[in-house]
């Protein structure tokens, strides 16, 4: 992949971008083998993964994934587990280190 700086997504700075994503087929194997090792077990049939930006602030974090947890399980699902993705925000122009999640 590379930064697409053609369409216009891109600040001042030349570095920070709009955050624009790709839409691609879910890699189904690679995910239930990352559920495998992170959980434990594998997902069921059917299943879905989701993108949470959280609070630096752990207290707060733990807020955030109960609501989440709350709301789902209101609508019958189950989370299967919080997964911490590693991060490099060396590469991050100042404008976009100014407002990290």
């Known amino acids: ?8 997504g891109i600040a001042a700075d030349g570095k920070t971008g709009d955050g624009c994503g790709l839409l691609i087929q879910s890699p189904d194997a690679f995910l ?4 495998k090792a992170e959980f434990g077990k594998e997902p069921e049939e ?3 993964v989701g993108q949470v930006f959280l609070n630096p ?3 707060k974090a733990a807020a955030g994934r ?3 947890e709350k709301r789902l399980a209101e ?3 189950e989370i299967m587990g919080w997964r ?18």
């Open 1 to 8: 992949l590379t930064c697409m700086t053609h369409r216009g």
């Open 32 to 35: 239930r083998k990352a559920a």
């Open 46 to 48: 059917l299943f879905a």
């Open 57 to 59: 602030d752990e207290n």
């Open 66 to 68: 109960a609501a989440v």
């Open 75 to 77: 609508q019958g699902l």
């Open 84 to 101: 911490k993705v590693p991060t490099d925000d060396s590469c991050l122009g100042p404008m976009a280190l100014d407002c990290l999640p």
